[in-house]
């Protein structure tokens, strides 16, 4: 069993910033692929970035692009996301998640259905 705890959401105005963490149950999060997904009311969960295993590879949707930054740190079983220029669309419950086994090229794990783990989320608010 893989546990992921979400934490640093909360509500802030139009251009601020915010830095998400999850902290992940287990000794195998150094073999994880990891992403941070989003999902506000009436849409569909949304691939946000990923982050490979060796955390020297990553991809972030356009949306964010530019504005968002995703981190790890192996050694505290911990993946971070640091949102800048927030905008009120990046209001939403955002996910952490993980998929582990062999390796994929970084643009697999856009997909939702990569993801064999999920956090219960946090809630992000940007105010205008």
């Known amino acids: 069993q893989v546990q992921l705890v979400e934490s640093g959401g909360g509500l802030v105005q139009a251009g601020g910033s915010l830095r998400l963490s999850c902290a992940a149950s287990?000794?195998?999060?150094?073999?994880?692929?990891m992403g941070w997904l989003r999902r506000t009311p009436g849409k569909e969960r949304e691939f946000v970035a990923a982050?490979?295993?060796?955390?020297?590879?990553?991809v972030y949707s356009d949306s964010v692009k530019g504005r968002f930054t995703i981190s790890r740190d192996n050694a505290k079983n911990t993946v971070y996301l640091q949102m800048n220029s927030l905008k009120p669309e990046d209001t939403a419950v955002y996910y952490c998640?993980?998929?582990?086994?062999?390796?994929?090229?970084?643009?697999?794990?856009?997909?939702?259905?990569?993801?064999?783990?999920w956090g219960q989320g946090t809630q992000v608010t940007v105010s205008s």
């Open positions: 998640a993980a998929k582990g086994g062999t390796y994929s090229s970084i643009s697999y794990y856009r997909s939702i259905p990569a993801y064999d783990y």
């Open positions: 287990g000794r195998t999060f150094s073999s994880y692929a």
């Open positions: 982050i490979h295993s060796s955390g020297l590879d990553t």
